[in-house]
């Protein structure tokens, strides 16, 4: 849908980044024509993660998905290449596949029943007599995404002819993908399906700001410190002291993370922990990375890539606007490759433990996301604060580097955001 | 008294009424201590999958059962404060009977309404969500009388999106 110049520049002014107070407008939760701009201009703009190589991993296979408000569906041909198409009949419009996921190397269009191969080409139409001779089956295929393409196995879609490559949108934070995977002695990981799914009234940037924020936990998960304090894991002043550890990161292109330390010992980081419990693991891991590297792998991370993935320890997690005050989050368990299966049993159970509709502490974050959702229909004052920490924020290798309870990742969004939503 | 393989309907139909009493009444401590010390509580996303080697909503062994309602009484969640209302029917109870270690296979299909209760214009409460689900139950005759050794709830929904689920299904 076109978004008319007026509220173009409208949407410029829902962020003020001022240096002191930087600052966004409440109607950027609200307003449902903020929402449809966003499909248009950010969704269907911008490169958007659509899922896991490991999803698709034998020819036939297939996904739908949809990116903004448009469907589609990856697919893997019996080239082995992945497509990605417009979930749409060339011929009246029906969608070719109702499947969330399968297996075939053809979609029948129930309505009059043309076919297509699992790249797109038209192979089959019924009742051909009805058409000239001459039509050339070849342009009406199903049509492709502008771009697809994937780095690590993360798979995206760009739904604009023009725009950076995948590689340019993912620079800032490249490093901190490939840590990431360097959990696994491989550098793989396999997704284990299906998903958790959940959904709340609210906006999907609640889910967005919250996800790297690192000031909220003492009080949104107090009761979650208490159940690990009930187990003798760690005592609710521990995982206090370890809340102010480690830094918030604002990066270029609207990314962000949150970060605790990196550490080879085995008190201070899990990945430390698991190499001296599992001696095959710590071999496999010292054959493949150099000391510093373990060091910058073992140092946990919440990871977002603008505008709808996140990459947690345990999860990769997909944000799905519905409405502006409606959001779908979809939570793929991954297996780390390589590491005895004892260490993927105990990462789903303690993923299990913490996330989910049925968490200890995933509920509480979507309370509170309900909870800025009915408050900022409020306009008395109308802005919400994001300036914590701009005192203290430093700019390193073109990073804004915050105190882990700082806003500096949630202000690289509503930069971002802005220059998406209100620039050409 | 008869044996778990002698278990009849009427009497695997009281205890199922009664479990759902515990539950509607939040009486989560007197609901977890009708698990056996083995006991597991299963809310799959996917019945089909092993749960150990997938992900589900709940899995729990009788310690995280346990962690799951010392966090409901006793520490300051958000999700479930205001706390659920719900109101639970079970219906088409069946009792297969299983020689094996006392045991017996109870199923029966369970309709939960649940809200949350708040202020005007709260979103996410004051709207009635309803779950129908599939249960299974595995009995065990106890000197403390019947205990459940497995409670599985199957979702009609289990794989679509949720909102708080966490008020004990
Ligand atoms: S709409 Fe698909 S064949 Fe007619
Ligand atoms: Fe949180």
């Known amino acids: ?75 893997r041909h019996e080239d082995g290449e992945i497509y990605c198409l417009y979930n749409r009949c060339r011929h009246r419009g029906a969608v070719v596949c109702r499947q969330e996921r399968g297996h075939s190397n053809f979609f029948r269009c129930r309505y009059h029943n043309w076919v297509y191969a699992n790249n797109g080409d038209l192979i089959g139409m019924s009742q051909s007599t009805g058409y000239p001779d001459d039509f050339d089956r070849s342009g009406y295929g199903l049509v492709r995404a502008p771009a697809l393409a994937a780095y690590r196995g993360l798979l995206f879609v760009r739904l604009a002819e023009q725009g950076p490559s995948l590689a340019e949108h993912l620079a800032p934070a490249r490093r901190y993908i490939d840590w990431w995977l360097g959990r696994s002695p491989v550098e793989e990981v396999e997704l284990v399906l299906p998903p958790h799914r959940y959904e709340y009234p609210g906006n999907w940037k609640l889910q967005v700001e919250n996800g790297y924020d690192g000031y909220h936990g003492n009080y949104v998960h107090l009761s979650w410190q208490r159940v690990l304090q009930l187990s003798r894991e760690s005592t609710v002043e521990e995982i206090q002291r370890y809340r102010q550890s480690g830094a918030a990161r604002g990066l270029a292109n609207g990314h962000g993370l949150l970060e605790r330390p990196g550490s080879l010992n085995p008190n201070a980081s899990w990945t430390a922990r698991m190499m001296q419990r599992y001696p095959e693991y710590a071999e496999a891991m010292r054959g493949r990375f150099s000391e510093e590297q373990l060091v910058a792998i073992s140092a946990r991370r919440n990871i977002f890539i603008f505008p709808n993935l996140y990459l947690f320890d345990t999860h990769i997690r997909v944000i799905m606007p519905k409405a502006a005050d409606r959001t779908e989050v979809q939570l793929y368990v991954y297996a780390l490759k390589g590491v005895p299966e004892v260490i993927n049993e105990g990462r789903f159970r303690g993923h299990e433990r913490f996330y989910g509709p049925a968490g200890f502490g995933a509920p509480d974050d979507i309370e509170v996301f309900t909870e800025v959702q009915t408050g900022v229909h409020a306009t008395g004052h109308g802005w919400n604060l994001l300036n914590r920490g701009q005192h203290r924020e430093r700019i390193e290798e073109g990073e804004w580097v915050g105190h882990t309870t700082d806003e500096a990742p949630q202000r690289s969004l509503y930069r971002h955001w802005r220059r998406m939503m209100a620039e050409a | 008294m008869g044996t778990a393989a002698t278990l009849g309907a009427e009497e695997a139909e009281r205890f199922l009424f009664a479990e759902a009493r515990l539950l509607d009444e939040r009486r989560f401590d007197e609901w977890e201590a009708l698990f056996t010390d083995d006991g597991v509580y299963l809310v799959p996303i996917d019945p089909a999958k092993e749960p150990s080697r997938s992900i589900s909503i709940i899995y729990d062994d009788r310690r995280r059962l346990g962690e799951r309602v010392f966090r409901q009484m006793k520490t300051p969640v958000l999700d479930q404060n205001p706390p659920s209302r719900t109101i639970r029917f079970v219906s088409n109870v069946e009792v297969a009977p299983d020689a094996a270690d006392g045991i017996a296979t109870v199923r029966c299909h369970q309709l939960i309404a649940e809200m949350r209760p708040g202020g005007p214009g709260q979103a996410g409460l004051n709207a009635p969500r309803w779950f129908a689900a599939r249960c299974e139950y595995r009995l065990r005759r106890t000197d403390g009388g019947l205990k459940i050794a497995a409670k599985k709830v199957v979702f009609l929904n289990s794989d679509l999106p949720h909102y708080n689920l966490s008020f004990i299904p």
Do not use: C, N
């Not at chain 1, 899922?51 to 698709?56: A, C, I, K, N, W």
């Open chain 1, 1 to 75: 849908m076109a978004v008319g110049e007026r509220a173009v520049g409208r949407f410029r002014e829902l962020v003020d980044d001022d240096p002191r107070e930087f600052r966004i407008h409440g109607a950027v939760y609200t307003d449902p024509e903020v929402f449809v701009a966003e499909m248009a201009r950010i969704f269907e703009r911008s490169w958007v993660y659509v899922g896991h190589d490991s999803e698709l991993p034998a020819a036939g296979d297939y996904k739908t998905v949809v990116v903004g408000t448009q469907p589609l569906i990856l697919t």
